[in-house]
C-alpha cells in the first residue's frame, strides 16, 4: 500500500521539508504543520514552507510561525508537497523540488498531474488532513494534541464545517478520534467561523454593496478591488472567505467572487451548490479545484474579467 510506502520513506530518512501553495487556505496550513509537528515529534528535522504569507487567523496553531516563505540552502532527504495539483502552484518555491533526493505528491484534487516521484491522490478524502491522518495511523504511530489541532483544522475548513459535499462518513470518523485527543475543538471553530476583524467587518460592507446577480438570481457576482483593500486597512487574505456570501443567496446555484490582484490581473474564486461543476470553469482559465469549488486567474479589466467567467459558467449550464 502506497501510504506503507511513504511510512517507510518517512522511517529511513531524517531531513525533511514540507511545502503547500499559493495563496494557503485552512487545509494547505493545518495539513503542513500536521505533518511537520509529527516529523518533530519523532525526532525527524524537518522545515515547514509556503510561498505566500499564511493568514493571521491561523497563528493559534502549532508551528505557524516557523513557517518559512524563502528558501534555505539546504538538500533534504524528502519533500512533500501537500494539497498542490501542480507544481506551478508553490509559485517561487518550486526549486524546492531540485533539492532533494525524493518528491512526495500527497492531494484529494481529482486534477492533480502526478509530478512527484511518489503520488498519493485521494479523490475521496475530504481535505489532505485525513490523508495525513491515515499515513500517521496506518504507519503505527500516535497523534499528539499539536498534531490533532492541525489536521482538525485542515478538514473542517475544506469541509466548511462539515457542511459540504466531501464530508463523508470517515471524515467523521477522523475528526471524532482528532477531538479523543482532548483539543478545544470549540474554541478552533470559534476562531475559524465565528471571529472577524473590524477591517474584514468594513471591507464585507464594500464588498457586499458590488453584488450583481444574473440569469433570474441564480449567478452572483462580487468583486474587490485593490482601492477598496487599502480604503478598509485590510488586506488579501481578510477577503480569502467572501466567494460564500454569493454562493449562499438562497436563489443562487453559482457564485463568483473576482479580487484584483494587480492591474489587469484578476483571481476569481468559484462556488456552486448543485449543478454546476465550477471545476471545469476554472480550469478553462488554467486553474483547478472541486466540482462545488474552484479558483483560477483571468486576465482583463474588471469588465471583461466578469463577461469572460459568466459566459464561461453559461456555456456549462445544465
Not at 263 to 281: A, P, T, W
Amino acid at each position: 500500500m502506497i501510504l506503507n510506502k511513504i511510512g517507510n520513506i518517512i522511517k529511513q530518512n531524517n531531513d525533511f521539508a514540507i511545502v503547500s501553495h499559493l495563496l494557503p487556505d485552512g487545509d494547505a496550513i493545518g495539513s503542513t504543520l500536521g505533518l511537520y509537528n509529527f516529523l518533530n515529534e519523532i525526532g525527524k528535522e524537518v522545515d515547514a514552507y509556503n510561498p505566500d504569507k499564511l493568514p493571521l487567523k491561523f497563528d493559534f496553531l502549532p508551528g505557524f510561525s516557523d513557517v518559512k516563505n524563502t528558501l534555505i540552502d539546504k538538500h533534504y532527504d524528502c519533500i512533500f508537497v501537500l494539497d498542490c495539483s501542480d507544481k506551478e502552484r508553490l509559485g517561487h518555491l518550486v526549486e524546492l523540488l531540485n533539492k532533494a533526493d525524493v518528491v512526495v505528491n500527497i492531494d484529494h484534487h481529482i486534477s492533480n498531474d502526478l509530478f512527484a516521484d511518489v503520488n498519493y491522490v485521494d479523490t475521496n478524502a475530504g481535505a489532505v488532513g485525513e490523508i495525513i491522518y491515515n499515513l500517521i495511523r496506518i504507519n503505527g504511530f500516535e497523534i499528539s494534541q499539536k498534531t490533532a489541532m492541525c489536521l482538525y483544522t485542515s478538514i473542517v475548513t475544506d469541509t466548511g464545517g462539515f457542511k459540504y459535499s466531501n464530508t463523508t462518513s470517515m471524515t467523521l470518523n477522523i475528526a471524532g478520534d482528532l477531538i479523543n485527543t482532548g483539543i478545544d475543538f470549540p474554541e478552533i471553530n470559534r476562531i475559524l467561523f465565528d471571529t472577524l476583524t473590524v477591517q474584514q467587518v468594513k471591507l464585507l460592507s464594500k464588498v457586499t454593496s458590488t453584488l450583481e446577480l444574473y440569469k433570474d438570481n441564480s449567478i452572483a457576482v462580487i468583486y474587490v478591488t485593490k482601492d477598496m483593500l487599502e480604503e478598509c486597512g485590510a488586506n488579501e487574505n481578510d477577503a480569502s472567505e467572501m466567494v460564500n456570501y454569493a454562493r449562499d443567496i438562497d436563489t443562487v446555484e453559482v457564485g463568483v467572487f473576482i479580487k484584483e490582484v494587480e492591474k489587469g490581473k484578476y483571481r476569481v474564486s468559484l462556488r456552486s451548490k448543485n449543478k454546476i461543476d465550477v471545476r471545469m470553469i476554472a480550469e478553462k482559465f488554467n486553474g483547478g479545484g472541486h466540482i462545488r469549488a474552484a479558483g483560477c486567474t483571468v486576465f482583463g479589466d474588471l469588465d471583461e474579467v466578469k463577461n469572460k467567467v459568466l459566459n464561461e459558467i453559461l456555456n456549462h449550464w445544465k
